[in-house]
């Protein structure tokens, strides 16, 4: 089995991963290593899987736009997964369905 660091730097992971890495050194002041590295490890797992399924979605065949929707989602997939898990936790969904459910046909 050979090496071939062409395929490992466009990997989806490692485009992720360096996205990520950019936005924990930079954009997250006060957050520890330990963070950090959870977050790096987290954008990396999130453009290696999604950015993919986002390429094939767009009918996208250029190896560089799969490149750049993986650096992308690792450089701004925790803020993202961040703002999703609050609007979640914000959303009224016992009026939601109570509402629903009084609703007079």
Same mark, same amino acid.
């Given at each position: ?9 466009k ?10 890495? /950019? ?24 453009a290696? /899987? ?9 009918h ?9 929707a993986?650096?992308?989602?690792? &450089? ?7 703002? &999703? ?5 914000q959303?009224?969904?016992?009026? /939601?369905?109570?509402?629903? /459910?009084?609703?007079?046909?």
């Amino acid at each position: 089995m050979e090496f071939d660091p062409e395929k490992l730097v466009k990997s989806p992971f490692v485009l992720g991963a360096a996205g990520a890495l /950019i936005t924990a050194l930079k954009f997250t002041p006060g957050a520890s290593n330990g963070e950090r590295f959870v977050n790096v490890i987290a954008g990396s797992a999130a453009a290696g /899987i999604v950015a993919p399924a986002i390429s094939e979605w767009f009918h996208w065949t250029s190896q560089t736009y799969l490149n750049v929707a993986a650096f992308m989602l690792g &450089l701004v997939g925790m803020s993202l997964a961040a703002a &999703l898990l609050d609007g979640i936790r914000q959303t009224p969904v016992g009026q /939601i369905i109570t509402g629903w /459910i009084s609703r007079r046909p």
